[in-house]
């Protein structure tokens, strides 16, 4: 007979698994104690241990859609939507989270990358640079967020530290 965490991690797996068959922009793989999951817009990967989930709950957005909110032991949550994994950005001291939204994707990176190196290639004045320390700091929790939910952010965390050394090179 099975421990009663046993069922219950047995019961969340099984549940995870039935939603991401049914999507098409992500790709998954598993096994009995752990799963992986890729989207394929930014080919990112988040992986974890079905012992660590507590709870899996299903939930439709505004639109009608389907998604499922997957809460883990350390107090983290992600959302696993058709598409995309959202996480909640890392608050920072000093930045106004209000600034992005509440649910945030890797994706997401990818566009405030774009409004970087924008900025950096613009007109060198006060609004700008005011601009960009903004963009440091919703790109840093962005990462950081994704990071403590699982996803690998090496690459993320280089460009970022080279771009703080010297904003001109990390551009080019």
Do not use: C
């Amino acid at each position: 007979m099975k421990k009663p965490n046993e069922r219950v991690s047995s019961d969340n797996m099984n549940e995870i698994v039935n939603f991401l068959e049914s999507t098409r922009y992500v790709k998954f793989e598993f096994d009995q104690t752990s799963l992986s999951v890729t989207q394929n817009e930014d080919h990112k990967a988040i992986s974890f241990k079905f012992a660590d989930v507590e709870k899996v709950l299903a939930r439709t957005d505004y639109d009608g859609s389907q998604f499922i909110q997957i809460n883990f032991q350390n107090k983290t949550k992600i959302l696993i939507t058709k598409n995309l994994i959202g996480f909640k950005p890392l608050e920072l001291v000093g930045f106004d989270a209000t600034k992005i939204p509440k649910v945030v994707t890797t994706v997401d990176l990818n566009s405030v990358y774009k409004a970087i190196e924008d900025l950096t290639d613009g007109e060198d004045t006060y609004q700008t640079a005011t601009e960009l320390e903004v963009l440091k700091k919703v790109y840093q929790s962005i990462m950081l967020g994704a990071e403590q939910v699982g996803f690998e952010m090496k690459a993320e965390k280089q460009w970022f530290s080279a771009f703080l050394l010297n904003p001109l090179a990390a551009t080019a």
